[in-house]
């Protein structure tokens, strides 16, 4: 009896430390599988940068190409009407064609290599997002010993809008699309891009759709959580404040007073000039101007009901935290001024030779008045013109100490704009009730 016993006791002795032995296998087999699976995120991250600065140095060849190209057209255009005096120009506007369609050529071939970047840069995300799914199921299956170090922040590039780091989380999500509100004459549609993410040392941001006839907004979060605010990635257009009007039947001030502020080499009140002529070429991509910071107000009134959120205009101080002004002094100290135009609508050369002025840039991007939005780079964050083009209202008082703005007599007005030289700290002030062909707007939410 007892014989039988220790044999029983033996074998499931024996049987313990074979499956104590092949558990032991199996965690050591996993243990490489994590290491090998690491080493590919870290390659793929890399990668992934490498591709994303590439995208980045691609986007200012395109922008190089079109203004080369905007160039021409004026050149080519000139030459026509000169044909038409004299026959001997018909040399020169052939010249002139031929150049044109070799920059258009060129521009198509840039545009592709981009598509291409772009898809690459998604088939990285993907494959990573893939690889930590499976370390997460190691984790799960082994304990924490081996999935310790699935969260570690990926490697992040120095804060530079030409040096885009990979993102935080790069496991790609479907695209939400969720009807939020409706209304009689427009429609708001939700579309969260979590595959298009962005990020700096600081920062991390994600894009927002809600449909065409509203802003982008880019929702930007602090690595410390203490700066969490939804902004609009451009200066609202004309076409996103008209959509307003013809909801609402607002007139702004400058179309009620029948007058605003033009630049002209001097800046003089013209009764003519409002938010629908403000004295130069407008387009609906155009930033809205010859707006007052109440007709600012107004808008965020009619949008905050559109998108069920608490939409408002930025604070100084919120308007120079997003804005990064520290990168575009970064990049003009490392590139020189030269490449001051790639970033930003300023007081450039085609200022100079319209008003005879030398206190202007050393660039040229042909454009003397405010233009369409995004024709720039954009920042690390996302977000176009925030150093030219069109100054921005705040809500914040010139004078601290008032807080209520219907009383304020001047307004912090953020950033430069066409008429002025590129400083990323630039401020001017205003009356709330001021107008002038270089004064815009963009909105933020907080989330």
Partial sequence: MFSSRLSKLICFSIFLLLDSLST?????????????????????????????????ALQAEVIKVRIELKNLDSEYDLARE????DSDYIDIVNDLKNQKDKLETLLSVKSRLLVKKETELNTIATQIGQNEKQLEVYAVRYGTDIGADINATPMLAQESSHELAPPQSLAPEPRIKQNIQQ?????????????????????????YSFGE?????????????????????????????????????????SQRSGGCNIFNYETKRSK??????????????????????????KYTQWLSKKLNRNVRLPTRSEWFTFATPHEMIALEKQ??????????????QAF??????????????????????????????????????AREWTMSCWDDAIKNLWVCPAVHIAGGSAYFKLNPAKE????????????SFRVVYEL
């Fill in 352 to 389: 100079a030779n319209k008003f005879s002025d030398d206190s202007t840039e050393i660039c040229n991007d042909r454009s003397i008045y405010p233009e369409p939005v995004k024709m720039k780079l954009p920042s690390s964050l996302g977000l176009y013109n925030l150093y030219g083009n």
């Fill in 82 to 85: 000169l044909v038409e005096v």
């Fill in 213 to 253: 006839q509203f802003p982008t907004f880019i929702e930007i979060t602090s690595i410390d959580q203490q700066f969490r605010l939804g902004v609009s990635d451009t200066e609202i257009t004309v076409e996103q404040f008209q959509l307003f009007q013809s909801e609402t039947r607002y007139r702004s001030e």
């Fill in 272 to 297: 003519q000039a409002n938010s629908e002529s403000p004295g130069y070429r407008q387009t609906n991509t155009h930033p809205i101007v010859c707006v007052s910071l109440f007709d600012a107000i």
């Fill in 24 to 56: 032991a296998s199996a965690a050591k087999s996993a243990q490489q599988d994590v290491a090998e699976l690491r080493s590919q995120n870290n390659q793929l991250n890399e990668q992934l940068f490498n591709t994303r600065s590439t995208l980045i």
């Fill in 428 to 439: 001017t002030r205003g009356g709330p009730d001021g107008v002038s062909n270089d004064v």
């Fill in 335 to 348: 590139n020189g001024m030269t490449d001051n135009c790639l970033h930003a609508n300023i007081r450039d």
């Fill in 183 to 207: 209304h009689s004459r427009s429609e708001v549609v939700v579309t969260k891009e979590t595959d298009n993410i962005l990020a700096n040392s600081r920062f991390s941001a994600t894009k």
